[in-house]
């Protein structure tokens, strides 16, 4: 696709450029439904964009609109292979074309295809950062806060490992810890008692991977598994997924990590900020202390403006960061006291 582009003056420094597109078919999916993402980018940019029939003029001043002229062309690339857009991939290819970065970023970020007609890609650059730590290295960590898109990433790199067949099998496990509350025994079978544990895991398959995953799992060449489980086994030519590891005991840790067999790898992913463990993240410090600099082994780390879910959840990280600083000699004291009996 090489749109042409024709500047016209229309002050000293407002003008307008025009990209012409191939297929008309394609730009409504760009648009959005009543022109909503080109709506997104007018705001966001403090542009004016029209649309007629393969055409998109693009009037305002020369850094903004060189910007949206690079998104909507990223857009376009990915109608053109028949992905489907949101106001979440608009937001993405903003934040890469911004950063003056886009193509580096994503370049490192090609979309990850987990099944017929799904592909995922980073929204961030510390996101593009990640997927390229996982194709190079067998063991990488993934660290940050809520909602920055760690364990979702690392499904979709495994997904899409088994859909290119390179790995055999998707194994996927985290700690069977509840975050501060006692459910006592539950009901049911073993299924039935660790599922709930194990629910983020699954929901993030299927997003990624859709109904296809359901078969996977029911033939075992996808395991979803409590970190107890992986005791005495070893996991050749697979994928593997510790989520949730800031949960994980130093000896839990050590156990997960050697774990690895022929032609396979590991993502581990962690928020130290919500562990649930007594003495904090033990299990994760040590890992990341001792295996800094260690060969096949990398470390992605995430901020809060890799956040990528809802809006709020970015200013709800950062509040907490905000306080976590000044409130941790308390709170370290706390957890260190006995209980009384």
């Known amino acids: 696709m090489n749109p042409t582009r024709?500047?016209?003056?229309?002050?000293?420094?407002?003008?307008?450029?025009?990209?012409e597109f191939k297929k008309n078919a394609h730009l409504a999916a760009l648009a959005g439904s009543h022109s909503r993402y080109l709506v997104r980018l007018e705001h966001k940019l403090g542009v004016k964009i029209a649309m007629r029939g393969n055409l998109i003029a693009i009037e305002g001043?020369?850094?903004?609109?060189?910007?949206?002229a690079s998104v909507l062309r990223a857009?376009?690339?990915?109608?053109?292979?028949?992905?489907?857009?949101?106001?979440?991939?608009?937001?993405?290819?903003?934040?890469?074309?911004?950063?003056?970065?886009?193509?580096?970023?994503?370049?490192?970020?090609?979309?990850?295809?987990?099944?017929?007609?799904k592909v995922t890609r980073a929204r961030t650059s510390a996101q593009a950062a990640y997927i390229d730590l996982m194709r190079r290295h067998e063991l990488v960590f993934g660290i940050g806060p809520a909602g920055t898109g760690k364990t979702y990433l690392a499904a979709?790199?495994?997904?899409?490992?088994?859909?290119?067949?390179?790995?055999?099998?998707?194994?996927?496990?985290?700690?069977?810890?509840?975050?501060?509350e006692r459910l006592g025994f539950l009901p049911g079978d073993l299924k039935e008692k660790i599922d709930p544990y194990l629910r983020p895991l699954y929901d993030?398959?299927?997003?990624?991977?859709?109904?296809?995953?359901?078969?996977?799992?029911?033939?075992?060449?996808?395991?979803?598994?409590?970190?107890?489980?992986m005791r005495g086994r070893t996991l050749a030519r697979a994928f593997v997924i510790l989520?949730?590891?800031?949960?994980?005991?130093?000896?839990?840790?050590k156990m997960c990590l050697t774990r690895l067999g022929e032609d396979s790898r590991m993502a581990v992913t962690a928020d130290p900020s919500q562990s649930d463990l007594p003495a904090g993240p033990q299990g994760l410090e040590q890992a990341l202390e001792y295996l800094t600099g260690v060969e096949g082994v990398a470390m992605a780390r995430f901020t809060q403006?890799?956040?990528?879910?809802?809006?709020?959840?970015?200013?709800?990280?950062?509040?907490?960061?905000?306080?976590?600083?000044?409130?941790?000699?308390?709170?370290?004291?706390?957890?260190?006291?006995?209980?009384?009996?």
């Open 156 to 180: 979709a790199f495994g997904a899409h490992l088994l859909h290119e067949r390179r790995v055999e099998r998707l194994v996927l496990c985290r700690p069977a810890l509840e975050a501060g």
């Open 61 to 68: 001043e020369p850094r903004p609109r060189e910007v949206a």
């Open 305 to 341: 403006t890799d956040v990528v879910r809802h809006a709020l959840v970015t200013r709800i990280v950062a509040a907490y960061e905000a306080h976590e600083t000044t409130d941790a000699k308390p709170r370290l004291a706390l957890r260190a006291k006995p209980e009384r009996e």
């Open 243 to 253: 989520d949730e590891a800031q949960n994980c005991t130093p000896g839990q840790m």
């Open 204 to 229: 993030a398959l299927f997003e990624v991977m859709g109904d296809k995953c359901v078969k996977l799992m029911e033939t075992g060449v996808i395991e979803v598994a409590p970190l107890a489980f």
């Open 75 to 117: 857009l376009y690339e990915r109608a053109e292979a028949g992905e489907e857009i949101g106001p979440a991939d608009v937001d993405a290819e903003l934040g890469f074309a911004a950063e003056d970065r886009r193509d580096s970023a994503r370049a490192s970020a090609h979309g990850l295809r987990t099944a017929a007609g």
């Open 6 to 19: 024709t500047d016209k003056l229309h002050g000293a420094q407002r003008e307008a450029m025009t990209l």
